[in-house]
């Protein structure tokens, strides 16, 4: 067998070689072209890096209580900057092991990464993979698009060595770790693990980091709250990474595979639900700052502590949502078509109950099923919910057959529901207030707030009632008509006569006859009597007495607005306007003996770097210079005003508090629209209303007593509880007579006995009385009870 050769290949002919020639020239033509295109096209334009090397990031405006309990966050960015050195092991570790292992050996370029994404853009075309390394993301971050370009891939470069040449590993790595976006308008891994799992980055499990760690790479696809299927996957490949190089063992790795991801899906929610305080803070800072406000990384620390605001907004939802209830189920919030398409089915009720924000527990659901016995909704997760016995109570009117139809429960009607008992595994039927309501307590020697609650839900309704509501104030108005008669004159011993009054002409040249809310007239009573059962009749004999124009002026010490106050004697009833707050301000006078207060919010504002940008220096309290009011008339309206909490219309709240201190006065406004209680006690100031937007009565059997008494209760038995009863001394310049307080320059003056009461008193007759008359007094023993009735001090 013969053994073939291969003919040797000859050597190349001259065409041949000057054919290479031309290809290796090319070749070298090439590059020298592309390095001079870089130099000279690219590298000209490549944007200086100073903005990482001075880092500037945009860090939103928080709001703080004044115990540091965060209320409130302001800013397209959601960031916390947190240096390199507090960014726990494991969080470095895990984005480092999927987006960048090299980073520490490489000098900006990972060029092994970048021949193997060189590989796959040849297969798979230009831009269907990567190999960016962390530098080169903060190149891209801070200078560039996302665009998936040549020349910005290789400006990309250009930037990553010159940012790596300007700055260290762990300076370049600190950028990214807070710069890089995370959805959920969260930028940084700090922003991220708040927005995310609600916690501070060093406190996220294994899984946690790894699942925040798989963010970069697509913020939208691996969203865990928008898309947990997809973020699982790549948090498993996180996972895998740190555990091939080592960096978690087998148990941690098995453990973190198991773990159930807790993610938040709704907005970031906050403490102590002062809503409506961080948005007036907001306001503030934002007028002085303007947009820099929301990037500068400001921090507000109000007055407000969380505890009392707590109790002001749980008391304010309480007692709204009993209100309602006593007034019944109203119906369906709105009613939809339900398809026979299961899957358009879905899609219709998904877009009613988005339409309707959850309200703190009353969440929208839409009625599929009903009977008189049962009710199955939908809520916007998709969950069934069966609700029966005891859950149906509320709305049973609209389960009878008799039901109208505005009011009846039926398929597609959307509904509110709410969980029950002490468990809460049970649910009702419920409904969203109508009712309007507000709260406010301050410091009644600084001014400073205590709580503010502006309505009940901010979220259904960014109208502050507090600072915003002009509201009637009703019988509220009536301590500054008592305190201007004293200040005249008058005692709280001053008989005024309780009958009925007509007026001619005072109704737009028609007859006005005042009424009592109980259309009972008991004769002639006592100031004192009068206020504490709120009195209309005897109100306006007295503001007669008075002359409106003084009491009118008067009104003027205690911060009113008199332009808003009526020059007739319908200001002793209150058909005035007032907000909340000013009312709270008001009543503050009576509270610290005699002195102007201006409320305030922020305690202090500070800029990113620390450094204190305002703080608030409260004058020193009781200073002579803030005096409006005599603190004799102080002290003894004051006395009149704990009378009407031990024994008049607010006689529920010194019993309930078992305090000696407690004042105040009950407000309600003709045919019950506008319903009060402002009072103080501890040195606490505070104010609550409840009424309709648009306004219309509140029931026929409603008063300040039972619709803003129970909040203000609710709240200072709380508030209370860290403040000592106020002991007032009794000042110098009063003295009995007629059996009460009155200004000594004042006691023995006939005039200042009696109004409207005939005949003329006498030594024999000194109250004045008609034949069989007498005065009402408060019940026996009521007013030698009072520690400030008493002669003795």
């Known amino acids: 067998m013969t053994k ?38 690219i590298v000209p334009k490549v944007p200086p890096i100073d903005a990482v090397l001075d880092y500037k990031p945009k860090i939103p405006l928080r709001i703080y209580t004044a115990d540091n309990v965060l209320i409130g966050e302001f800013g397209e960015e959601h960031r916390d900057f947190v240096p390199i050195a507090n960014i726990p092991p494991m969080m470095k570790n895990a984005v480092l092991a999927i987006e960048d292992a090299r980073f520490y050996e490489h000098g900006g370029i990972d060029w092994m990464g970048a021949a193997r994404a060189v590989g796959s853009n040849l297969r798979s075309g230009f831009g269907s993979g990567g190999a960016s390394t962390i530098t080169m993301q903060v190149a891209r971050n801070f200078f560039l698009s996302k665009e998936k370009k040549l020349s910005r891939k290789i400006n990309e470069i250009a930037l990553a060595y010159k940012i790596e040449d300007a700055l260290t590993k762990d300076q370049i790595l600190e950028l990214y770790m807070n710069q890089i976006y995370l959805g959920q308008r969260s930028y940084g891994f700090a922003s991220a693990a708040r927005a995310y799992f609600g916690k501070d980055l060093d406190k996220l499990s294994v899984a946690e980091t790894a699942m925040l760690a798989g963010l970069p790479q697509n913020p939208a696809r691996n969203n865990p709250a928008v898309n947990p299927k997809r973020a699982k996957q790549r948090q498993e490949q996180v996972l895998r990474r740190l555990h091939d190089l080592g960096q978690i063992d087998d148990a941690q790795y098995a453990k973190a595979l198991k773990e159930p991801m807790r993610v938040h899906s709704r907005p970031q929610e906050f403490g102590a639900h002062a809503e409506y305080v961080a948005e007036l803070a907001r306001q503030a800072v934002y007028a002085q700052f303007k947009e820099e406000a929301y990037t500068r990384g ?138 309007a309501a507000a709260f406010v307590a301050i410091d009644a020697d600084s001014g400073a707030y205590q709580a503010l609650v502006g309505g009940f839900d901010y979220n259904l ?156 220096k409260p004058a020193a309290p009781r200073q002579e210079a803030a005096r409006v009011l005599d603190a004799r008339n102080a002290w003894i309206t004051d006395s009149m005003l704990r009378d009407v909490t031990r024994y008049g219309t607010g006689a529920a709240a010194t019993k309930r508090l078992g305090r000696a201190d407690i004042a105040g006065k009950t407000g309600t406004t003709s045919d019950a629209i506008d319903g009060w209680f402002a009072g103080y006690g501890g040195n606490i100031v505070a104010v609550a209303w409840m009424g309709y937007d648009e306004p219309r009565s509140l029931g026929g059997r409603e008063f300040g007593a039972t619709l803003a008494l129970p909040i203000w209760l609710d709240y200072m038995q709380v508030a209370l509880a860290k403040h000592p009863p106020q002991e007032r001394p009794e000042p110098e310049g009063i003295v009995r007579d007629n059996d009460d307080w009155v200004f000594a320059e004042f006691a023995e003056l006939p005039q200042f006995r009696g109004i409207d009461v005939a005949p003329e008193a006498s030594e024999e007759n000194p109250d004045g009385l008609s034949e069989g008359e007498e005065v009402m007094q408060p019940e026996s023993g009521a007013e030698n009870a009072h520690p400030l009735a008493e002669p003795a001090r």
């Open 4 to 41: 073939s050769t291969r003919p040797l290949r000859p050597a190349p002919k001259g065409r041949e070689r000057g054919f290479i020639f031309f290809v290796l020239a090319a070749i070298v033509v090439f590059i020298v072209g592309v390095v001079l295109y870089v130099f000279t096209a």
């Open 298 to 435: 400001i921090r507000v620390t109000t007055t407000i502590r969380e505890a009392d605001q707590k109790s002001a907004y749980e008391s304010v939802r309480r007692n709204v949502l009993a209100y309602d209830a006593r007034h019944g189920y109203r119906g369906p919030e709105a009613r939809i078509d339900l398809p026979a398409d299961a899957e358009e089915r879905e899609d219709a009720i998904v877009d009613a109950l988005q339409k309707r924000p959850s309200s703190d527990g009353l969440e929208p659901a839409v009625v599929l099923e009903v009977s008189s016995k049962r009710v199955k909704v939908e809520t916007i997760d998709g969950d069934t919910v069966d609700i029966t016995g005891a859950g149906l109570k509320f709305a049973a009117n609209a389960l009878s057959d008799k039901a109208k139809d505005s009011v009846r429960l039926a398929p597609g009607a959307v509904v509110r529901i709410s969980r029950m008992g002490k468990d809460g595994k049970d649910w009702a039927i419920s409904q969203v207030p109508q009712v």
């Open 461 to 616: 309704q960014k109208f502050n009632h507090v600072t915003q509501a002009w509201r009637q104030p009703g019988s509220a108005i009536k301590p500054f008509v008592y305190s201007a008669a004293v200040q005249k004159g008058y005692s709280p011993g001053t008989l005024i006569l309780d009958e009925a009054l007509d007026m001619p002409g005072e109704n737009a040249g028609a007859t006005w006859s005042p009424q009592n809310d109980d259309n009972v007239f008991d004769g002639p009573i006592t100031m004192r009597y009068s206020l504490a059962h709120s009195k209309n009749v005897p109100t306006v004999r007295l503001l007669r007495a008075l002359e409106v124009p003084y009491a009118h002026d008067f009104l003027g010490r205690f911060g009113f607005d008199l332009a808003r106050h009526p020059k007739n004697l319908t200001l002793a009833l209150g058909t005035g306007a007032v907000t909340p707050l000013q009312m709270a301000g008001a009543y503050a006078v009576f509270a610290n003996g005699g002195f102007a207060v201006k409320p305030y919010l922020i305690a202090k504002i500070v800029d990113g770097d620390g450094k204190i940008i305002q703080e608030a």
